[in-house]
C-alpha cells in the first residue's frame, strides 16, 4: 500500500524517467539522422539496395533540412518537438499520435504513416492497448490541425490497394500528408512486424524510402 507522503517521490521519479527518456530519444533521432547520411553515397544513390532511392545527398543544403522520424514514443516526441521548438523543416511520425497541447507551433511539413489494425495507437483516438495506455485524439484530428497552421489546400486523396494517400499542399512549399495502411498493425511499415502486433501482410509501402523522399522534398522555408 502507498502510503500518502510517499507521493511526492514517486511523482519525483516519474518525472525523472519522463525527461531522461526524452533525452535518450532525442540522441536516438541524432544518430538516426547520421546513420542515413553515412549510408549516402556521394554521387546520390543508396548502398541499401531498395528498389526506391533516396533523393541524393547533394540536394541538402547545410542548415536548410532537420531529419526526426520515429515510430510510436518517438513518433510522439516528434510532435513534441515540433510543438515546442522551430528548428525543424519536417516531422515523420510513424504508429504515433500528438499529446501535448499545441496551441501556436510554427508552420512545418509533416508525413504521418498510420496502420488502421494499431491497437496500440489506434487511428481513431480510442484508448490504445498495452502498458501506455496511450489516449490520444484521433489522427485525423491531429492532422487537420497541423493542416491549419500550415495554411493547407484542401487534401488530394488517392487510394492503391491497401494504402490511402492524401496529400495536402500548404504555403511556402509546405505540405501535409497522411497515409494510411489498411493491413497495419503498430509497426514500420516495409520491415516485419515486432512479435505480438497486427501483420502488414503486403508490406505495400518502404516507410524509411517515403519518409526520407518527402524530407527532401520540403526544406525549411
Known amino acids: 500500500m502507498t502510503r500518502k507522503h510517499d507521493w511526492p517521490w514517486i511523482i519525483a521519479a516519474i518525472a525523472a524517467a519522463s525527461v531522461l527518456a526524452i533525452v535518450l530519444w532525442a540522441l536516438f533521432s541524432y544518430l538516426t539522422v547520421w546513420r542515413f547520411n553515412s549510408r549516402t553515397e556521394p554521387n546520390g544513390s543508396s548502398n541499401s539496395g531498395a528498389t526506391s532511392e533516396p533523393a541524393s545527398q547533394g540536394s541538402f543544403e547545410t542548415g536548410s533540412h532537420a531529419y526526426t522520424m520515429?515510430?510510436?514514443?518517438?513518433?510522439?516526441?516528434?510532435?513534441?518537438?515540433a510543438c515546442e521548438s522551430d528548428v525543424f523543416a519536417a516531422i515523420g511520425p510513424t504508429s504515433a499520435t500528438m499529446l501535448v497541447d499545441c496551441p501556436e507551433p510554427n508552420p512545418i511539413s509533416v508525413i504521418h504513416i498510420h496502420g488502421l489494425?494499431?491497437?496500440?495507437?489506434?487511428?481513431?483516438?480510442?484508448?490504445?492497448?498495452?502498458?501506455?495506455?496511450?489516449?490520444?485524439?484521433?489522427?485525423?484530428?491531429?492532422?487537420?490541425?497541423?493542416?491549419?497552421?500550415?495554411?493547407?489546400?484542401?487534401?488530394?486523396?488517392?487510394?492503391?490497394?491497401?494504402?490511402?494517400?492524401?496529400?495536402?499542399?500548404?504555403?511556402?512549399?509546405?505540405?501535409?500528408?497522411?497515409?494510411?495502411?489498411?493491413?497495419?498493425?503498430?509497426?514500420?511499415?516495409?520491415?516485419?512486424?515486432?512479435?505480438?502486433?497486427?501483420?502488414?501482410?503486403?508490406?505495400?509501402?518502404?516507410?524509411?524510402q517515403v519518409i526520407w523522399q518527402f524530407f527532401a522534398s520540403h526544406p525549411k522555408g
Open 117 to 208: 489494425l494499431d491497437t496500440s495507437v489506434p487511428f481513431d483516438g480510442s484508448k490504445g492497448g498495452g502498458m501506455a495506455s496511450i489516449d490520444g485524439p484521433p489522427i485525423e484530428t491531429v492532422i487537420s490541425a497541423w493542416r491549419k497552421t500550415d495554411s493547407c489546400a484542401a487534401p488530394s486523396v488517392s487510394t492503391e490497394g491497401v494504402v490511402t494517400t492524401s496529400i495536402a499542399q500548404c504555403a511556402d512549399g509546405r505540405a501535409v500528408e497522411l497515409i494510411t495502411v489498411a493491413d497495419a498493425g503498430h509497426s514500420w511499415p516495409g520491415t516485419p512486424p515486432s512479435q505480438g502486433s497486427a501483420p502488414t501482410a503486403s508490406a505495400p509501402i518502404e516507410s524509411t
Open 70 to 81: 520515429h515510430m510510436s514514443n518517438g513518433g510522439i516526441l516528434s510532435y513534441t518537438l
